[in-house]
Protein backbone atom coordinates (compact mmCIF):
# COMPACT_ATOMS: atom_id res chain seq x y z
CA UNK A 1 0.00 0.00 0.00
CA UNK A 2 3.39 2.53 1.08
CA UNK A 3 4.51 2.21 -2.50
CA UNK A 4 1.27 3.28 -3.81
CA UNK A 5 1.79 6.21 -2.45
CA UNK A 6 5.25 6.71 -3.92
CA UNK A 7 5.09 5.45 -7.34
CA UNK A 8 5.94 8.25 -9.88
CA UNK A 9 2.42 7.60 -11.25
CA UNK A 10 1.03 9.24 -8.31
CA UNK A 11 3.05 12.27 -8.46
CA UNK A 12 2.97 12.73 -11.95
CA UNK A 13 -0.86 13.02 -12.30
CA UNK A 14 -1.11 15.27 -8.90
CA UNK A 15 1.45 17.66 -10.83
CA UNK A 16 -0.53 17.18 -14.14
CA UNK A 17 -3.70 17.95 -12.23
CA UNK A 18 -1.98 21.15 -11.14
CA UNK A 19 -0.83 21.96 -14.43
CA UNK A 20 -4.25 21.51 -16.25
CA UNK A 21 -7.00 21.62 -13.48
CA UNK A 22 -9.20 25.03 -12.19
CA UNK A 23 -7.44 25.70 -8.77
CA UNK A 24 -10.88 24.82 -7.20
CA UNK A 25 -10.55 21.23 -8.49
CA UNK A 26 -6.67 21.33 -7.29
CA UNK A 27 -7.60 21.92 -3.62
CA UNK A 28 -10.21 19.81 -3.58
CA UNK A 29 -7.97 16.71 -4.88
CA UNK A 30 -4.80 18.16 -2.73
CA UNK A 31 -7.49 17.59 0.65
CA UNK A 32 -8.73 14.52 -0.34
CA UNK A 33 -5.42 13.16 -1.10
CA UNK A 34 -3.94 14.53 2.15
CA UNK A 35 -6.64 12.93 3.81
CA UNK A 36 -6.11 9.67 1.98
CA UNK A 37 -2.85 9.51 3.00
CA UNK A 38 -3.73 10.07 6.78
CA UNK A 39 -6.00 7.10 6.53
CA UNK A 40 -2.92 5.17 4.80
CA UNK A 41 -0.77 5.87 7.75
CA UNK A 42 -3.66 5.34 10.53
CA UNK A 43 -3.69 1.59 8.98
CA UNK A 44 -0.18 1.17 8.93
CA UNK A 45 0.92 2.37 12.25
CA UNK A 46 -2.24 1.69 14.58
CA UNK A 47 -4.23 -0.28 15.28
CA UNK A 48 -7.58 1.21 14.14
CA UNK A 49 -10.53 -1.02 13.15
CA UNK A 50 -11.83 -0.74 9.97
CA UNK A 51 -15.37 -0.82 9.36
CA UNK A 52 -18.62 0.98 10.15
CA UNK A 53 -19.02 0.24 13.29
CA UNK A 54 -15.60 1.66 14.66
CA UNK A 55 -15.30 4.73 16.05
CA UNK A 56 -11.79 5.49 15.04
CA UNK A 57 -12.19 4.10 11.60
CA UNK A 58 -14.93 6.93 11.23
CA UNK A 59 -13.25 9.86 12.54
CA UNK A 60 -10.62 8.83 9.99
CA UNK A 61 -13.34 8.01 6.74
CA UNK A 62 -15.77 10.63 7.25
CA UNK A 63 -13.47 13.68 6.81
CA UNK A 64 -11.74 11.94 3.27
CA UNK A 65 -15.64 10.94 2.40
CA UNK A 66 -16.59 14.32 2.57
CA UNK A 67 -13.59 15.80 0.89
CA UNK A 68 -14.20 13.21 -1.81
CA UNK A 69 -17.60 14.40 -2.28
CA UNK A 70 -16.11 18.33 -2.54
CA UNK A 71 -13.61 16.43 -5.16
CA UNK A 72 -16.44 15.22 -6.82
CA UNK A 73 -18.48 18.60 -7.02
CA UNK A 74 -15.75 20.69 -7.53
CA UNK A 75 -15.10 18.60 -10.83
CA UNK A 76 -18.43 18.59 -12.40
CA UNK A 77 -19.00 22.72 -11.58
CA UNK A 78 -15.65 23.30 -13.84
CA UNK A 79 -17.46 21.83 -16.57
CA UNK A 80 -19.71 24.25 -16.72
CA UNK A 81 -23.99 24.18 -16.58
CA UNK A 82 -23.98 21.83 -19.62
CA UNK A 83 -23.40 19.14 -17.05
CA UNK A 84 -25.61 20.31 -14.36
Do not use: C, N
Not at 26 to 48: G, W
Amino acid sequence: MVAAFRSTGVIAARYELFLVAPASVYDAAREAYDLLRAMRVAIATTTVLVGDDSVEWQALHTPYDTALRKLRAAMRDSLGPAFD
